[in-house]
């Protein structure tokens, strides 16, 4: 073992006494922020521009500390879920190539059929596929890549799903996040990309919302600490938040069991240049998964306009992931059946590398680890231990 833990036995004590300490300063912010929310409601128009200005939280229509009861689930519909994982491109490996698998689930409620599940590979490995503007697609632009494979397979299964109503969804966020190094033109068109299956999905009849477990955003405390200086952004900008670094979800954590917030809208600059014109601007909202009686877990929930501004399509996303959550408790059934499908273990990875190896020495290409990568696999293994 080269990790000594007994050296870090002071800094783990030092860690939980920071943790703790933080708890405790959290609950008087907590306080504060939960009486801001209800003292400045009904200010939601009157920050709406502000808010966009210093990227809080941008408030709706309702008002800041609304509360939506959990809404009754239709008798049958479906929930599709996709999620992808990747095998980044290793330059010290036998070859230049990445792999993106997606998994996906179809499960739909009150039938008694059994759920359809999908694994789903493609590997890149032409010049074509691995650069991109000179840049090797790998980190953010595979990421992206992996993105828009998992929305794409969303909206086919959407579009050839029988059962209505249908909830489409993604783990994470709908807003696509693309490097800012790549150019204008390319940024636009990957996230243009991405909006064209938001766009089949509505056409197919579906739904779709995005599920993020455990929300670390901090958008509704900043929206709350602006209105507490009466939406003034220049004392906003300047002046020390008390409530920088604490997350929405502390303030939303007595929701009812089932009941979600205010809707808000996505203050993302990428939201408001791209996804806003084309009639998907991003709401979310937070949302208790727990049942009545149970510690509250708290989600954050994105959807597209078109979904937000329906109350009908609102109440399904509502009461869809809700449903999905009761079966594995807290978090969708389906995403967790999707994750699962898409992971590529270690042990998965290493039969991949043999197949990627065999076939270069069938075709008479004969390649080898880097030495960097040939002596982490000696020492890693441990097959070959160094000695001064």
Not at 213 to 235: F, H, I, K, M, Q
Not at 260 to 280: C, D, K, Q, V
Not at 291 to 296: N, Q, S, T, V, Y
Request: overall charge neutral; hydrophobic content about 45%; aromatic content about 8%.
């Amino acid at each position: 073992m080269t990790l000594e833990l007994s050296r870090l036995t002071g800094q783990v004590r030092a860690l939980g006494e920071e943790l703790a300490a933080r708890e405790r300063r959290y609950a008087d912010l907590v306080a504060l922020a939960r009486r801001w929310l209800v003292q400045y409601a009904d200010w939601g128009e009157r920050l709406r521009h502000p808010a966009r200005v210093i990227r809080a939280a941008i408030p709706t229509d309702e008002p800041l500390n609304a509360v939506h009861p959990l809404p009754a689930a239709p008798e049958q519909f479906a929930v599709i879920a996709a999620d992808g994982s990747q095998i980044q491109p290793d330059r010290h490996g036998a070859a230049l190539y990445y792999l993106i698998n997606v998994g996906s689930l179809v499960y739909r409620h009150g039938t008694g059929v059994a759920p359809e599940a999908y694994s789903e590979p493609t590997l890149g490995y032409t010049e074509a596929d691995l650069y991109e503007n000179g840049l090797l697609v790998a980190g953010n632009l595979l990421d992206v890549r992996r993105d828009l494979a998992e929305i794409t397979r969303l909206a086919d299964l959407c579009t050839v799903e029988p059962l209505r109503p249908t909830v489409a969804l993604v783990d994470g966020t709908l807003i696509l996040w693309v490097l800012e190094d790549l150019p204008a033109e390319g940024r636009r068109a990957k996230v243009m990309a991405y909006l064209d299956q938001l766009a089949r999905i509505r056409r197919a009849g579906a739904v779709v919302a995005a599920f993020i477990s455990r929300p670390r955003r901090a958008e509704v405390t900043r929206l709350l600490y602006l209105a507490s200086l009466e939406g003034d952004v220049n004392r906003a900008s300047q002046e020390l938040n008390p409530l920088e670094h604490l997350p929405d979800r502390a303030v939303f954590r007595t929701l009812p069991a089932g009941a979600r917030s205010a809707l808000f809208i996505s203050p993302s600059p990428i939201n408001h240049e791209y996804y806003h014109p084309a009639g998907h601007a991003v709401h979310f909202y937070y949302l208790n998964l727990a049942e009545e009686g149970r510690a509250p877990v708290i989600a954050r929930v994105e959807v597209p306009a078109w979904v937000a501004e329906d109350p009908d399509r609102l109440k399904l996303v509502h009461a869809g992931i809700v449903a999905q959550a009761r079966i594995t408790g807290d978090y969708p059934y389906a995403l967790a059946r999707a994750d699962e499908l898409a992971y590529i273990s270690s042990q998965e990875r290493e039969a991949f590398e043999e197949m990627v190896t065999t076939a270069l020495l069938r075709t008479g290409v004969r390649t080898t680890l880097s030495p960097k990568a040939y002596y982490k696999t000696l020492t890693r293994r441990g097959r070959r231990r160094y000695r001064l």
